[in-house]
């Protein structure tokens, strides 16, 4: 026993830690779970949700875009540089076009809402936490699941494949920017290729995980903040919680829907 | 009537409710004062449900305030925080109109902004600031909004909590005439917490002195001055030396 008792005080707090960690997954799974159930039971609160709506989907379009067309131009160039190679530079539409719409797209536009939206919403109930906004709901007969957090989930839930979408569009347009543009492909080659080689689930496997990443991201931001600590630091703690817990949740439930969607 | 038997709230170690006994009557203004960190806002909290008490039992006209209808119980209450608690996002009328804008008390818009605009004009806020946001107001209209909000639907029962906490003398007072006056013409239930004696002696019919987790002293108002507890005479007379223990 003696032996290992230089090792008790590191082992236990490793303990300490996965045990921390699993109580805290354990917390965020019974608010998603909550979340779910407030989703289906009455009041809605309808003007939160198109508030929620134009601040996640409409106002994140600039961003989303910008990322996807910088993504889809650097994409062309790097599989036409390594198909090259093997003299495979013909497959630049289809590859850009079929790396855009499966992976990049929604994985970008995840992470970008994430850091924009997640961020936003923990600091904004953060604050209203700290600021007795929360206990004011109650108090006025209002569920602070219901008014704060159902309407932004489901509008997370519901606009972020849309973004996507779009995403996805302008992505294959910035490598079809690039491809025509530096790379000598005929536009209208380039444009039927990549419209011959696409399937249907190419793109909606996509707009499938985009729905999951908007979940996430609401549901991360919102649980941080209905939990910030008291002060600027609390609320300053749940922010970064919230994109960091986002980011890393999106980059793993890609691997897992990519498992499960494209696994022979 | 709102009773509380035996009511205790640890938070870890920190055993900030060690059982307290307490009777607020129908109609009358209670003031629980006590020192920073005894636990007043807790006991507050417990009693609206945003605080789950550990022991004992808290009775609304005779029934456990955990059971029955939720909305119901809420809608019998209202609250003034002590920072407000505007919600940042709406106008002072929305915030004012809020009860009156959704849920069971739900009206149509015009005539939940004309309650909102003359509950305004009875706390001596002009149809202005209606369309203003809460950061756009002084700590005192801010004060003087949420306390607009907190009697809009007409409520039973009202809490304070710190109504004067950050405002200057002459807006002090203005807040405790406003919140006598508007008591005493709603003939509302009023339980405030303060540790400001000004606001004490303006607003309660009943003290309550909240020290170590319990009830130390309760009586009348004109009572608080002759009474011979060595705790409740440091605490109005903000004495440094006596019971209670004081950081230095």
Redesign the interface.
Known sequence: MSALAPFAAPLAGLGRAVLGALASTGRLAIFAGQTLSHLLRP?F?IREFLAACLQIGWLSLPVVGLTALFTGAALALQIYAGGARFSAEAVVPSITAIGMVRELGPVMAGLMVAARVASSIAAEIG??KV???I??L?????HPMKYLTVPRVLAATLTVPVLVGVGDVIGIMGGWLVGTGRLGFNSATYLKNTWEYLEFWDVGSGLVKGAAFGFIIAVMGCYHGMNSARGAQGVGRATKSAVVGASVAILAANYLLTEVFFSA | MIELQGVTKSFGSNHVLRGVDLTIPRGESMVIIGGSGTGKSVLL?CI???VRPDGGTITLDGQDVTTGDR?AF??R???L???G????SLTVWQNVA??LL???LKRPKAEAREIAIEKLRRVGLGPQVADLYPAELSGGMQKRVSLA?AIAAEPEIIFFDEPTTGLDPIMAGVINELIREIVTEMGATAMTITHDMTSVRAISDRVAMLHGGKVRWTGEIAEMDTTSDPYVQQFIHGRPDGPIESLR
């Open positions: 009041p609160y604050t209203m600021t007795e906004q206990d004011a109650v108090t006025l007969s209002t | 909290k609206l449900g945003l909305d809420l809608a209450f209202g609250m925080f002590q920072g608690a505007l919600f940042d809020f009860r959704r849920g069971a909000r």
